[in-house]
T-cell receptor, first 114, second 114 residues
């Protein structure tokens, strides 16, 4: 069955430090891949998406993600974290063939220390 | 341009009742998708409507239904409420089908079933 794994439930980083959030998926073909952010009391906001092409994707708020087919991963990165980045981050995949499935990971909650 | 709006924002119901949630998409968007978010199950796709037709459906019982009107506004109905239906219900709109487009999420309706 198709699945999305975000192995880190909580991550704490200091402001100004770099960040990497992990996302792995299981699916035979390359799915469409997304990263969303959810701030407290807010809906989700799309950070970036990957459909095809260049495997390094730039998003909003200084985030980027790299698709690695060999590792079935789509990790989110930011070189320098700001206190306002504290939120919950969700990776999501969409099947590109067969029955439509839009699957979210369980989320990673980011805490930023001043 | 106004964002996605959901009404009501909060709702308290008792077991066995039914509830209708409303979602107004961004002007010009033809797709509306619904998601359920709970601490235990995370974010789960309910269904997607495009041009008044249900295009995709997640793994939820028939108690969960929806519809879309000609102005793209959508409603979601849950009949015979169960305690486990307590959740944040998010709707998202997109220009085209959700799996291929950027989705814009509303703030959600928080439903509590007593």
């Amino acid at each position: 069955a198709q699945s999305v794994t975000q192995p880190d439930i909580h991550i704490t980083v200091s402001e100004g430090a770099s960040l990497e959030l992990r996302c792995n998926y299981s699916y035979g073909a390359t799915p469409y891949l997304f990263w969303y952010v959810q701030s407290p009391g807010q809906g989700l906001q799309l950070l970036l998406k990957y459909f095809s092409g260049d495997t390094l994707v730039q998003g909003i708020k200084g985030f980027e993600a790299e698709f690695k087919r060999s590792q079935s991963s789509f990790n989110l990165r930011k070189p320098s974290v700001h206190w306002s980045d504290a939120a919950e981050y969700f990776c999501a995949v969409v099947r590109t063939s067969g029955t439509y499935k839009y699957i979210f990971g369980t989320g990673t909650r980011l805490k930023v220390l001043a | 341009k106004a964002g996605v709006t959901q009404t009501p924002r909060y709702l308290i119901k008792t077991r066995g009742q039914q509830v209708t949630l409303s979602c107004s998409p961004i002007s010009g968007h033809r797709s509306v998708s619904w998601y359920q978010q709970t601490p235990g199950q995370g974010l789960q796709f309910l269904f997607e409507y495009f041009s008044e037709t249900q295009r995709n459906k997640g793994n939820f019982p028939g108690r969960f239904s929806g519809r879309q009107f000609s102005n793209s506004r959508s409603e979601m109905n849950v009949s015979t409420l169960e305690l486990g239906d307590s959740a944040l219900y998010l709707c998202a709109s997109s220009l085209g089908l959700a799996g291929q487009e950027t989705q814009y999420f509303g703030p959600g309706t928080r439903l509590l079933v007593l």
